[in-house]
Each structure stands twice: as structure tokens, then as C-alpha cells.
């Protein structure tokens, strides 16, 4: 909790040794229960021109890395889900990019499926990524009776 509210509270300058110490464990973290509200909370010191968001963006580049398996997690859905709404346009590519890999897999995952209902509708997304995401879900008839059945 600690962690989490001085992640909320200081400037991006002071953050940089709490990010610091998640590389290498920013997977893990994203997975945990308590530990993935302050991975999340590193989206908000992305984008500067400094060491600690740097280093912030190093954490969350290793969550990225695992975004296919994140999308499914009970945890790793909600740092996915800021990623989208708060993250760097790269970084919302990349959830986009994980999400489609098995889309309809992911459709008609309970976890997976709120992911791509925020991903549709995220005003913040590109309208191109978010146009291919649903023609993709609706242009294969099988698919959409899978969906329809779920």
C-alpha cells in the first residue's frame, strides 16, 4: 500500500528506485494481487525525458513482453487495461497486437473478453487499431457464432 500511494504522490524524479527494483519481477508483480496496483501506477511517469521514467517504461516494456499471457490474468488485465487508457501510443499498440493474436480465444475469455470491450471503446486507442479489432471479429461467420454461443 505503501508503495502504491508514493507511486500516486511523488513527482516522476523520486519513483525512479521503486521501478528500479520491479525489472525483472514486473511479470510477477503485474500477476499479484496487491503488487499490480503499482505497476499500473507506472504508466503515469512514462513519456519524460529522465532516468526514472525510463526506468518506469524499461518495467513496463517487461510487462509487454508477456501481454498475450497477461491478457487472460485475473491481475494482469487491470495493468493492460491502463496501459490502454494511460500508456505511451506504442505501448497501447502492443496490448492491441497481443490482444488480436487469438482474438476470438481472447473474446471468450472472462478476463481476456473485458480487455478487448475497453479496448473497443478506448477513445484513446487508434481508431484504425480498434476498427480492425472488430472487423475481425465480425467478418468470420464462424467466429461470430462462437462469440454468439458463449
Not at 509487454?64 to 505511451?88: M, W
Not at 487508434?126 to 467466429?143: F, I, Q
Request: hydrophobic share 45%; with cysteine.
Amino acid at each position: 500500500h505503501v508503495i502504491k500511494q508514493a507511486l500516486d504522490v511523488l513527482p516522476t524524479e523520486y519513483i525512479g528506485f521503486i521501478a528500479d527494483e520491479l525489472i525483472g519481477s514486473a511479470v510477477w508483480a503485474a500477476r499479484h494481487r496487491f503488487a499490480c496496483r503499482a505497476i499500473l501506477r507506472l504508466t503515469r511517469h512514462c513519456g519524460k525525458e529522465e532516468w526514472a521514467s525510463n526506468v518506469a517504461e524499461a518495467v513496463l516494456a517487461e510487462v509487454l513482453e508477456s501481454a498475450q499471457a497477461l491478457c487472460c490474468d485475473e491481475f494482469g488485465k487491470f495493468v493492460l487495461e491502463e496501459l490502454l487508457e494511460r500508456g505511451l501510443p506504442e505501448q497501447r499498440r502492443q496490448v492491441l497486437a497481443a490482444l488480436r493474436t487469438r482474438l476470438v480465444k481472447h473474446a471468450k475469455h472472462e478476463h481476456a473478453s473485458f480487455l478487448i470491450q475497453r479496448a473497443l471503446g478506448c477513445e484513446e486507442c487508434s481508431e484504425d487499431g480498434r476498427a480492425e479489432m472488430a472487423d475481425e471479429l465480425v467478418s468470420n461467420r464462424e467466429a461470430v457464432w462462437s462469440l454468439a454461443r458463449n
